[in-house]
């Protein structure tokens, strides 16, 4: 492929973000939005870049993302060792999974005024709204991935002699991977919601409050630059999935980088 | 694929001896179906046998039973091994099952499923029996880029490493080709006789059975219909009178027999025209 049509197609993308872009600037300085509703993308840079300078932006930003990592790790992990379990054992599957079904349905926001009973407004409360969010979605993509590990393959495997633990590592676990993956994905996606909603009912660090307080002020510029934050985030998060598929997933077609 | 030519050096000469196997009234049914019936045979040790028979007659069964994949419902299968026992940790390790899909691990490498099963410093010996099926350059790819000729390759490399004392064979070769086929039943025959384990190669084609075994079983309604040894020399010329008369014999002895159950009828197809609007 020529070097051209490469640029053109690692351009084209971002030709449709661009364009919103220039005609938001420009009705913005002709004044046909007024600041108050939506600042310009000049002002919001603007923002961006005298909050990074004093350093709050980026204490911010590390807060939100500590509280996110950290409450993803907690419910994602609990989520997949669940899921194994009861993947793995029938006799775990018929304890839990129903219960574990019932409370599922429980949409997390629907406890936040629970939770702040019970943990009050501190790192816990967002901790475990985010945690219990990201849990589901990485319990059941696990528990499925494990149960359609192709049973020929189990079969062929045991036949030459793999038992225990070599049987995980070497087929089940790899088996279930596709679909962990998948559970990440969602389970990222989840961990932006909740960590958004749970900065917002109240905190006094991180993004959530960075927008809050400016919300107070009518500083829309600060506001916008954090909802642009929490979008920016959320892709990273999305490429850095997007990236671990690529890699762990290599072996199958469908995940081979297109030669390009 | 360039991969006719193949140097079948031991890659390490060991006395293997295949294992005899004795069935003493062998049954299994699934439900009500009863698939065998009674079943006797004894396969002597290093002996080439290939079972043939109408589908659904219980050939798969009486291999799986055979690798311990199933349980017979009645009777018991006497396994003579000889000798030694392989690395890793199942009873009847001196065994290996080649499925009628290669059944690769598509997350492994070629090399990494040739070793699966395997403990301490297997690569080298991995990497000679890949050589033997001739895919010695395929070692670091994966296996969802082979072909399904290759694949199967892999699958016999993989059982092969075993050093099995009994290699048995579920169709390993039905969905090929016809050149891959044959060009495949040379290897088997070739790596059999290099190896001398005993064979049992479960087939549809009668020809494939003649070319390569030393006795050919008929089962039918649960039991050995048909025990015929095969005396041909080795390599059979498969455009050979003898080869010919053989084969035409096997197969309407195969055929005499008329398919288990009677299809239904096929139900009469309405066409458009004859529906009606159920208003």
């Known amino acids: ?260 | 694929m360039t991969t006719n030519v193949i140097e079948f050096e031991q890659y390490e000469k060991k006395p293997v001896k295949g294992t005899e196997l004795s069935y003493r009234n062998i049954s299994k049914h699934f439900n009500d179906n009863k698939v065998l019936d009674n079943l006797n045979l004894i396969i002597e040790s290093g002996e080439f046998v290939a079972i043939v028979g109408r589908s659904g007659c219980g050939k798969s069964t009486l291999l799986r039973l055979t690798a311990e994949l199933e349980q017979a419902s009645n009777g018991d299968i006497h396994r003579a091994a000889p000798n030694k026992k392989i690395s890793g940790n199942n009873p009847s390790g001196d065994t290996r099952f080649m499925f009628q899909d290669a059944r690769l691990l598509p997350w492994k490498t070629v090399l990494d499923n040739i070793g699966l099963g395997l403990a301490g410093q297997w690569q080298d010996t991995a990497k000679q029996v890949l050589q033997q099926v001739g895919l010695l350059d395929k070692a670091d790819v994966w296996p969802a880029t082979l072909s399904g000729g290759q694949r199967q390759r892999v699958a016999l490399a993989r059982a092969l490493v075993h050093h099995p004392n009994l290699l048995l064979l579920d169709e390993p070769l039905g969905a090929l080709d016809a050149l891959t086929r044959i060009e495949m039943q040379q290897l088997i025959e070739n790596l059999w006789q290099n190896n001398s384990f005993t064979a049992i190669l479960v087939t549809h084609d009668v020809q494939e059975a003649i070319a390569l075994a030393d006795r050919i079983l008929l089962i039918e309604d649960g039991k050995i219909g048909l025990d015929l040894h095969v005396n041909l020399p080795r390599p059979r010329q498969r455009g050979s009178v003898a080869f010919a008369e053989l084969e035409s014999t096997v197969l309407q002895r195969v055929l005499q027999q008329p398919a288990k159950a009677e299809l239904p009828p096929i139900p009469e197809v309405k066409t458009i025209s004859q529906l009606k609007w159920a208003w």
């Open chain 1, 1 to 260: 492929m020529s070097t051209a049509s490469t640029l053109k197609k690692n351009l084209l993308p971002w030709l449709v973000p661009i364009a919103i872009f220039s005609v938001w600037q420009l009705a913005a300085q002709v004044g046909w939005l007024s600041v108050r509703i939506m600042p310009a993308p000049s002002a919001v840079l603007l923002a961006g870049w005298k909050l990074a300078l004093s350093g709050e932006l980026f204490e911010h930003v590390r807060i939100s993302f500590l509280r996110a990592i950290s409450g993803f790790a907690i419910g994602g992990g609990a989520g997949i060792l669940l899921g194994l379990l009861n993947g793995i054992s029938r006799k775990a599957e018929t304890l839990l999974d129903t219960t574990l079904q019932m409370i599922r349905n429980i949409p997390p926001l629907a406890t936040i005024p629970l939770v702040i009973l019970w943990f009050g407004i501190d790192e816990a409360a967002k901790l475990f709204l985010v945690s219990f969010g990201v849990f589901f979605p990485l319990y059941i993509n696990t528990y499925h991935g494990i149960r359609s590990v192709d049973p020929a393959l189990l079969e062929m495997a045991r036949s030459y002699g793999l038992r225990g633990w070599p049987l995980y590592r070497d087929v089940i676990l790899p088996g279930a991977m596709p679909s962990i993956l998948v559970g990440v994905r969602f389970g990222l996606g989840f961990m932006w919601v909740l960590l958004i909603v749970a900065e917002h009912v109240s905190s006094s660090t991180g993004i959530g409050y960075m927008t809050m307080n400016a919300r107070e002020f009518l500083q829309t510029d600060v506001v916008v630059l954090g909802i642009l934050l929490y979008a920016l985030l959320g892709k990273v998060a999305d490429v850095a999935a997007r990236h671990l598929e690529c890699w762990w997933l290599r072996w199958n077609p469908a995940y081979q980088p297109t030669a390009a």
